[in-house]
């Protein structure tokens, strides 16, 4: 069992940044492949990235490859998204999530554990 924490959300302007950040309670921080997801209202929830349990693998969905950045500390049970170059259709909240080693690390559904989401909005 692993319970999520996000935090670091809030209100910018495009062209800035933001980190966001999620805690993870539970001695098996470890075993789990890690995620971000986002959804805009009246929208799906969709992949953002992903980090493997090692954090020697990273993932990311092309709308944000080459401005966000994945990263994770297994000493401090955190993961973190650094998030650069915001653009207003990145507006959203931000969720976390947990889950195992699977290939199809974009669908939700391969995630059984998830945090309560951290608003981002991006003023154009």
């Known amino acids: 069992q692993v319970q999520l924490v996000e935090s670091g959300g809030g209100l910018v302007q495009a062209g800035g940044s933001l980190r966001l950040s999620c805690a993870a309670s539970?001695?098996?921080?470890?075993?789990?492949?890690m995620g971000w997801f986002r959804q805009a209202p009246g929208k799906e929830r969709e992949f953002v990235a992903r980090?493997?349990?090692?954090?020697?693998?990273?993932y990311y969905a092309d709308s944000v490859k080459g401005r966000f950045t994945i990263s994770r500390d297994n000493a401090k049970n955190t993961v973190d998204l650094q998030m650069n170059t915001l653009k207003p259709e990145d507006t959203a909240v931000y969720y976390c999530a947990a889950g195992p080693p699977v290939l199809a690390y974009y669908e939700p559904t391969r995630y059984p554990y998830w945090g309560q989401g951290t608003q981002v909005t991006v003023s154009s």
């Open positions: 539970g001695r098996t921080f470890n075993n789990y492949a």
């Open positions: 980090i493997s349990r090692s954090g020697g693998s990273t």
